[in-house]
């Protein structure tokens, strides 16, 4: 029993590692049906860029705000640069290839800036764990947890309760009658890609002293939490906790009980599954696309 | 004026030739990770190497020429090796070529310089495979000065088994070759002395959360984790028994010495041991003075050399090649591979003297008796055992009964 609390909470612990940063997909896709492939790579500069204000003497509570900054400014790039020419002649697919090529270049960028190696990043909260429940749970792990969903709340109190979000909300149900109602969909959109390079910039510091930091650490990362988005639907916040939890869950399961070689399969298997009966998810909402 | 010119350009051509007959450089390639997750050792490998390089030029070089190094940056890629090995011959038209942090950009890379006749001397890759890739040739140009993984998996067994008297071990090595080839060894050894792992587990290149595998090995109540991988992920998983609160021993392959797993694990990390050349510590004059050198010339932080092993490996390979093409008197790839294999004279090495290193048929300079086992406290490597410090006066040399004795099961 012991040993399934045990798995259980690191399984937590590392799906909300994965939701943090799936949770950003969430929000594009909401507003403009096109997802920022960079995310990893967002994650992986607002950790670096966390780590060079930690270094230089930052608290690390009021490097966040700054962090955060970091990541709005550079998401806002990206959506500029990469995502509205393709949303203008109505390309089905560039902004894929130009969002996945400017994660190529942050990542080339990182590795000049900050070099290769995987550097550590200084724990704000004390490193030994604490008992819970019988198992062992480490401090910083429990600040992922509830900084994520503090974060969630945050972004879907704002989408739901202040104008801007109903903007934001109005955009995503329909982009034309939006704009026609005096809504400024390229704004929002930007906007959009502002607040997801933010969530993830957030939760690259967050995560920082679990992993390790260092201009790789976005890849491996980035591409569970598609997984996760996947699995959890891209239109429901709820959803991507869920989505996290589960993957995480059956990661350190199958570890355990099958065999730490396949661990990445089961996962991946829900995700087939998932994609074969439900696609929109487990909770996301069906959409029928009219042609 | 036309005159001058032309006088000048004699001038010019004749001081050009009387250069090139009197002080034409001796080229040598350096090839080693630069960047990336193996840069540590690369860049440690590679200051080494130049620190030998100014001290024999500064003693007036090799045959009354100077060495002139030609230092590449592999990224610990294949195909990146594979270029600067065609650009070595090709382009540099080097002598011979030190370095090699990654087995695989080895193994990828040195088929070039056997079929130019240009010897490799590996100074820091371990994979067991690079001296023999070329054995049923009739000439063999790879040569290694650094403890090769046939060695360590029995070395890491014996202190974890014999020395220290674990009955019930774990291997955790990650999914990546190195890792693999080096589980199959530890496996292997632990056979011979009777013993079956009560845990073997993977993990892979980036993975953040070791807990199913380390909880494996508590529950099959491992007393000790052996470990084959590298240091971001060896980090990992110190700080993975950190968090379980269960901790037990790390043995492991010499990348426990890996400055990325020593600051990423922190107190996690103290206690981990491993098979290593060299230890940062002033046992012998060579040993103080090339110490001294390299922190006066590179300034590492805290006074730490990042990787000491690669550093001492690295500049041994500078003074056993620069030994061998004294001795051939020429810098042509078959003479020096001649002298290579039957150096007359002793080497005075930071690792060891060495006295015959290599022998046809027998590429590597490294026996077992010569690695002691470093452990990491205080976020450096020091002696793991008190007895190895007083005898590293002492210095080994090479011993092919010593390998025998390990080997037999």
Redo the contacts between chains.
């Keep these: 029993m012991q ?1 399934l609390t ?2 259980i909470f ?1 399984g937590i ?2 799906g909300m ?1 994965y939701a943090v940063i799936a949770f950003g997909y969430q929000l594009t896709f909401a507003t403009s049906d096109t997802l920022n492939f960079g995310q990893g790579d967002a994650l992986m500069l607002g950790a670096l860029v966390g780590l060079t204000l930690v270094t230089l003497g930052v608290n690390y509570w009021l490097m966040i705000p700054l962090v955060c900054l970091f990541g709005a400014v550079q998401g806002a790039v990206v959506e500029r640069i990469g995502v509205r020419p393709a949303i203008k002649i109505k390309s089905e697919f560039g902004w894929i290839m130009s969002t996945i090529a400017l994660g190529i270049i942050f990542k080339n960028v990182a ?1 000049n800036v900050w ?6 990043f200084p724990s704000p909260l004390p ?3 604490i008992k819970f429940l019988n198992a ?3 401090p910083m792990e429990i600040l992922v947890v509830v900084g994520a969903i503090l974060m969630m709340l945050a972004v879907e109190l704002f989408n739901r309760r202040s104008i801007y979000g109903k903007a934001v909300v109005a955009t995503f149900n329909d982009r034309d009658a939006a704009k026609l109602m005096g809504i400024n969909t390229g704004l929002v959109i930007t906007f959009s890609y502002a607040l997801s390079s933010l969530t993830a910039a957030f939760a690259g510091v967050l995560i920082a002293p ?3 930091t ?1 201009a ?2 976005g ?3 980035g591409l569970k939490a598609f997984a996760v988005a996947i699995i959890g639907g891209l239109t429901s916040g709820m959803g991507i906790i869920l989505g996290g939890i589960i993957l995480g869950i059956a ?6 009980y099958l ?3 396949y ?2 399969v089961p996962g991946l298997v829900l995700l087939l599954i998932v994609l074969a009966v439900r696609p929109a998810g487990l909770f996301g909402k069906t959409a029928i696309k009219k042609v | 004026m036309l005159f001058r010119f032309k006088l000048l350009a004699v001038a010019g051509a004749v001081a050009f030739s009387a250069g090139a007959f009197a002080a034409d450089p001796i080229k040598i390639g350096v090839d080693g990770p630069f960047t990336g997750g193996s840069s540590s050792m690369g860049v440690s490998m590679r200051d080494g190497v130049r620190l030998a390089t100014e001290e024999i030029n500064k003693s007036g070089g090799v045959l009354g020429r100077q060495i002139q190094l030609v230092e590449r940056d592999d990224e610990a890629k294949n195909e990146r090796g594979v270029q600067i090995a065609q650009e070595f011959i090709n382009k540099e038209k080097v002598v011979a070529v030190v370095g090699y942090i990654n087995t695989g950009v080895a193994l990828a890379s040195q088929r070039f310089f056997q079929e130019a006749k240009i010897p490799v001397l590996n100074n820091v890759a371990t994979g067991s495979i690079i001296t023999h890739q070329f054995d049923k040739e009739p000439e063999n140009y790879v040569f290694r000065n650094a403890a090769h993984d046939s060695i360590q998996a029995p070395m890491i067994v014996e202190e974890a088994v014999t020395r220290r008297g674990f009955k019930k071990v774990a291997i955790l090595a990650d999914s990546t070759n190195y890792g693999q080839l080096g589980r199959e060894d530890l496996e292997k050894a632990l056979k011979a002395k009777g013993i079956t792992p009560v845990a073997v587990e993977k993990f892979n290149i980036k993975d953040v959360d070791m807990t199913a595998q380390l909880l494996k090995a508590k529950e099959a109540g491992a007393e000790a984790v052996l470990t084959y991988g590298i240091g971001p992920e060896l980090a990992q998983i110190a700080n993975g028994m950190t968090k379980l609160g269960w901790k037990v021993p790390m043995v492991g392959s010499w990348t426990l010495s890996m400055a990325n797993f020593i600051d990423n694990a922190g107190p996690g990390g103290d206690g981990a041991r491993m098979p290593q050349t060299f230890i940062q510590e002033p046992t012998t004059p060579k040993r103080k003075a090339f110490i001294a050198s390299y922190l006066g010339s590179f300034k590492p932080k805290n006074n730490r050399i990042d990787s000491p092993v690669s550093a001492a490996q690295g500049y041994d390979s500078i003074y056993l090649l620069a030994a061998a093409i004294k001795q051939a008197n020429s810098t042509e790839g078959p003479k020096i591979l001649a002298a290579l294999e039957d150096l007359k004279t002793p080497v005075e090495g930071v690792v060891t003297t060495y006295t015959k290193p290599f022998a046809k048929g027998d590429h590597d300079a490294i026996t077992a008796n010569i690695p002691v086992f470093g452990e990491v406290k205080g976020g450096r490597v020091n002696y793991a055992n008190a007895d190895d410090m007083k005898k590293a006066a002492t210095v080994q040399l090479k011993n092919n009964a010593a390998n025998d004795a390990l080997l037999k099961p």
């Design positions: 040993i045990q798995l690191s612990a590392l590692i590795e070099g290769r190696d995987d550097l550590k490193e030994a764990p062992n749970v480490l679990l992993t390790l260092g790789t650490m890849a491996v990362l990661e350190t399961t199958t570890g355990f065999s730490t070689g661990k990445d």
